[in-house]
């Protein structure tokens, strides 16, 4: 038979007892952490959210309430009264550890089976029991340490922006399917058969449509959805950072959101960001470090020996300095010792995976140089060791391409050393933005240009005049904010003319009709007075994953769904009835 | 050809210009409201979210800039450079009356083409070219009042939980679905095909879990959804404040939603309510209001006169004075000349639309008793009116039937009245709990007991014997917040104890492997150490309605949907492709 709560009236969280409580009448509630039964005396550690509390149940001072002590076990609910005393046999360990709870009174709120799973972290249990448990696992100090943080950083997230006079207002989860992104999560609807809604990859045309009905600033932390194959840290709906200004220029917009995120570290982590932030044009950055997010908290950088081996007797070399193509090499400062042929020969399958043909190397031993193409190459050998400023104990790889080949190879493999050889520096973050992306990338897929943003960012001025003839050389007004290699915002200024975005869309190929039947409710309200605007959205995910230093995305969040998109402990999805399928006029196939 | 914004950069906003500005340089950015040409002068109203400054164009000055001025039309979006001057002739209805801008530069940043609707309060356009054209319609300073009223309620609503200790946490919107309740929308799974994820009705499973997850206190303010034909001010969509406790009592958690409620009042309306709010267990508000959600902004109350009549030789009355039944009425002080005998017709028929059989009156004339139903009261008649305490000019209004017959009519007559002839004080708000409701109410259609609330609500303790034999008397601990005869909140406090949980399944009819299937994941939460716990949930729209005064649901919300659950603005829901379809494996039917 359990106890009921009745009149009683937790005083104190368990975590926050200290010696100026003692002598104190506390009322704690919580769950058996751990019991041990000495036969006169049994300690049992009371958990909550706050932390540890070590009582006493003495067997001298009352039998009764001793026996029914000896019941307790692990996460059992209880409710404790007593008075915190000095500890004799102090735990330097928990911040409680100078006292203990010498129990008066005790109530057992609820019993519990043995758990499956230990109310503790860095038990490495499976993943899949941690998921299948999760009220058990949520349970651990760090579990609720990340999702704690999660809440702070949204709640200092809308603070600043509404101290910034933003607004915050909810868009439709309920919205019409937008083609010309990720796939579209649908839902049926059952008033109007045969027509679905979709649910928001993000609020992107809304919040537009909100700077064209005048609130200026807006700012929403909301959930998104794409029905994508699910990557390692990726789910099927997560959460973003959403806010948009009007009458803004492009470094307006990312002053303030330099404000914000310098405002996150100095909050969270006591850290004081310098401003402004780096700022690197796509072009450099793809060049420099192979990415559109390069981490910068290594060096490494790829350089580019094409005009030292453009005459080179070595065609693979020679013949790739011509037109789109490139020679280009990391440097690996002292690794030339650790990288044995054989690590070498694992490192050439990586970059192969990413389309690159082999992987060349030059070793700088103490006794000469060691390089399977050194007699290939004569005079080329030394100007690239002159070059590069190699070292005795340096390796240099070489991947020769086409530049997106070499590129995104190099900038892989710089990544793959740098976490294979402890190169980055875990104790400080590098922020940065990315910025004048380019507008189109080609679809090989689609056989067409398709937006590398969205069909929705504001090329450059200078550029408009190319979106015709050049769509490939047309620059956006569009801005990523990079954090140790993550891509954690998003943003652009937005088209806020109807002629411009036709064109856009023409650009992108679609028939007028097709832009009509897909935007026309955007290109409608293009023509009643459109401000110029623009804005960012954050993933908060990966914004919450940085600040804990979680590397599991399911880590940042309380019930998370696997990479098959099922929830463990619910089990959704399910089948349903056919009565709801009728209603829905839907069948399954 | 539109000019670009540069490096112009906004300084002030239209609304705050004052008198001490004047002399000032200021740049403003907007919309045009309205404009009007005197030939030497053009004057513009410039309108931002904050109000609406008078702008000058001078011809004599610079008639280029005059010429370019000539050009603006309504809703063009401009900004401008100039100086805030003392205006000649003052406008007092607008907060910048004493000044007007004289405008040295201006650019045109977007054209707009005739609006359809215009952009200013009280209209009375047709709502549906208010819902096509929201973008218009979103400027208008209600719109822009209602929605920015809203975001400071979530924003305090937030701080509010938060600097109590609650933590913010984000339940999924991709769920199981949940029978027990009303529709679920659901959302085909591509990955795991022929199954089915709900979006959820609300978050009260999940939130559940969270404290057997040991997060104590829990605050999110989100989406819900129920696929219901829709009333007037229903919407697919709509967003609940929901919040929950562990190891709190039913009057702990009351008592900090008092302190909520009296917060927002006292920072939005400038009030302070008084603490305790008024309690009325649910019997006493149906027997005095014939209503759980009774507005007591005015008097009225239903009172039983079965006692004065059960001897009456009027059947009809004394008929229904036996078990279950009543004869009860309304006294409605001095609209005894307002009602005629065609008005009283009407107002029968009106009851009989809540299944009444007919509507007794009673006049108290200046010249003595007019009845149709006196020649069958004698003594009865007095008595009745001694009772009541009816005056001269007083009309007694009374129903004979099924006491729930007699309770639904005279509740919702109570109210018409009360609307019709202007008996409520809108000046003040009028607060207060429901308690004890009714565990089950008994369900015709589906020929057995359902949950009042729902099926987690924890029974009151002493009720909880009779869960098997005498459902109809067990009364559950559950707490409604009504505000001026709207249910604003709802909360209880949940079973927590798997034993507990399954007798209320049973009770309500589920099989033991049908409660398993559809809700096996609560009750295996409830095997390790489920806290006692409870909470409450508010509709958001509907606070934000009696903070705004908004009568229309769709006045709250930003792009809200009609009736037939359709955004007038996207034309969402629409057809999707049959490749679509296709990856879902599904099909209409």
Redesign the interface.
């Given at each position: 038979m359990?106890d009921?709560?009745g009149?009683w009236?937790?005083n104190h969280y368990c975590g926050v007892l200290r010696e100026k409580n003692i002598g104190e009448s506390v009322c704690l509630?919580g769950?058996v952490q751990k019991e041990r039964d000495l036969g006169s005396l049994i300690f049992v550690d009371l958990?909550?959210?706050s932390g540890i509390v070590q009582l006493v149940f003495n067997n001298d001072t009352d039998s009764a309430l001793y026996e029914k002590a000896q019941g307790l076990r692990s996460?059992?609910?209880i409710?404790v009264k007593g008075k915190p005393r000095e500890r004799s046999n102090k735990n330097p360990n928990i911040p409680t550890g100078n006292i203990e709870v010498l129990v008066d009174e005790l109530k057992i709120?609820?019993?519990?089976?043995v758990?499956p799973i230990y109310v503790k972290d860095g038990d490495n249990v499976d993943e899949t029991m941690r998921l299948k448990?999760?009220?058990?696992?949520?349970?651990k100090p760090e579990?609720?340490r990340n999702?704690?943080l999660?809440?702070k950083i949204?709640?200092l997230t809308?603070?600043f922006f509404?101290d910034h006079n933003f607004?915050?207002?909810?868009?439709?989860?309920?919205?019409?399917?937008t083609p010309e992104g990720a796939?579209?999560?649908?839902?049926?609807?059952?008033?109007?058969?045969?027509?679905?809604?979709?649910?928001p990859q993000s609020p992107q045309l809304?919040k537009q449509?909100?700077m064209?009905?005048?609130?200026?600033r807006y700012i929403q932390i909301t959930?998104c959805?794409r029905?994508e194959?699910l990557r390692a840290n990726r789910q099927?709906?997560f959460?973003q950072i959403d806010m948009e200004m009007?009458?803004?220029?492009q470094e307006?917009i990312m002053d303030l959101n330099e404000e914000f995120i310098q405002m996150l570290y100095r909050e969270i982590k006591g850290v004081e960001l310098s401003s402004p932030f780096k700022k690197l044009p796509y072009n450099e950055a793809m060049d420099r470090f192979g990415s559109d997010k390069p981490d910068l908290r290594f060096a490494m950088e790829i350089q580019n020996i094409s005009q030292l081996v453009k005459d080179s007797s070595f065609k693979v070399f020679s013949e790739a300095t011509k037109d789109g193509k490139s020679v280009r090499c990391l440097l690996a400062k002292g690794l030339g010792k650790d990288l044995s042929r054989k690590k070498i020969d694992k490192l050439e399958d990586f970059v192969k995976t990413y389309g690159a043909k082999g992987l060349a190397w030059i070793k700088i031993n103490e006794d000469g140089i060691q390089s399977p193409i050194a007699k290939f190459l004569d005079k080329e050998l030394d100007a690239i060791i002159e070059s590069l400023e190699a070292e005795v104990g340096d390796i240099i790889l070489i991947v020769a391409d086409e530049d997106s080949t070499v590129l995104a190879a190099l900038g892989a493999l710089r990544l793959h050393l740098a976490r294979e050889f402890n190169l980055i520096d875990e104790n400080h973050d590098e922020i940065l933005w990315i910025t004048d992306f380019p507008q189109f990338e080609y679809s090989q897929e689609e056989n067409r240009y398709v937006a590398m943003h969205h069909p929705f960012t504001h090329p450059l001025?200078e550029d408009i005049p190319k979106l015709e003839e050049n769509p490939s050389e047309v620059r956006a007004k569009a801005y990523d904010l990079v954090i140790n290699g993550d891509e954690v915002g998003g943003g652009s200024i937005r088209i806020?003319?109807s002629d411009l975005q036709e064109k856009m869309f023409k650009a992108l190929g679609f028939s007028k009709e097709d832009a009509e039947e897909k935007f026309g409710?955007l290109l409608d309200?293009f023509?009643?007075?459109?401000?110029?605007h623009g804005g960012i959205a954050y993933g908060l995910d990966r914004l919450t994953m940085i600040f804990t230093g979680a590397d599991n995305i399911r880590d940042v969040?309380?019930?998370p769904?696997t990479q098959?998109?099922?929830?463990l402990?619910?089990?959704?999805?399910?089948?349903?009835s056919d009565k709801?399928l009728d209603?829905?006029?839907?069948?399954?196939?």
């Open positions: 359990l009921h709560l009149n009236s937790r509630m769950w958990r909550d959210f996460e059992f609910v409710a709120l609820n019993t519990s089976e758990p448990y999760r009220t058990l696992d949520l349970r579990m609720q999702l704690r999660r809440s949204s709640q809308r603070n509404i607004v915050e207002i909810e868009t439709p989860m309920l919205t019409k399917p796939r579209d999560y649908l839902v049926p609807s059952r008033i109007n058969k045969g027509k679905f809604y979709a649910l809304m449509l909100l064209v009905g005048g609130f200026d959930k959805f029905d194959d099927p709906e959460t009007s009458f803004m220029s307006e001025e806020n003319n409710f309200a023509k009643y007075g459109a401000p110029p969040i309380a019930f769904k098959s998109a099922t929830c402990m619910t089990g959704a999805p399910v089948e349903v709801q209603e829905l006029n839907i069948e399954v196939k």
